[in-house]
């Protein structure tokens, strides 16, 4: 947990990414999950809308801009005009003298709409896509399994899978 200049480590013993949840959204403002229809962009084109924002843009131009959905856009709207509180989640290992961690992260948003989860996903074609979904406790601990999976030793969760992955990349042919 950071708070300002102070950084303070526990160690823990969790086998199961649903216990991790609680602790990921300990400092949070503890909101219901939003309600919304879940939406995916490219992230460097959420990259972009954020420049776009931040030299002014209005924000209604630019979730327009980007083709968010109708049930979205009081969550997203209330993310960036009202109060918020936010995890960023990378996740990381060392073993055998070698350190890795994942090449982009999770992100857990309480605001007054509501309880907000963007996870990333890499596309057919390498690029990453960001996911923007209500934060449901298992929609989360499904996104932090996949963040894990990430990494060189293929998640902290072996015994304990909450989803499959059966996109081509994972799919085998058996003759």
Known sequence: MRSAQLITFTAMDIDDPRALVPVLCV???QRQPARFDEFSMPTRVGARADERLRSGAPLA???DYLGIPQSARPVVE???NGSRSYVEIVAGCHRDGRHSTTEVGMSIVDASEGRVLVSPSRAFDGEWVSTFA???PFAIAVAIEQLTA???D???FAEHRLARDFSNSTLSVQH
Request: a negative charge.
């Open 134 to 136: 209500p934060g449901t």
């Open 150 to 152: 990430q990494l060189p």
């Open 61 to 63: 131009e630019v979730l």
């Open 27 to 29: 400092g949070l403002a």
């Open 78 to 80: 209330s993310v960036f």
């Open 154 to 156: 293929a998640g902290w």
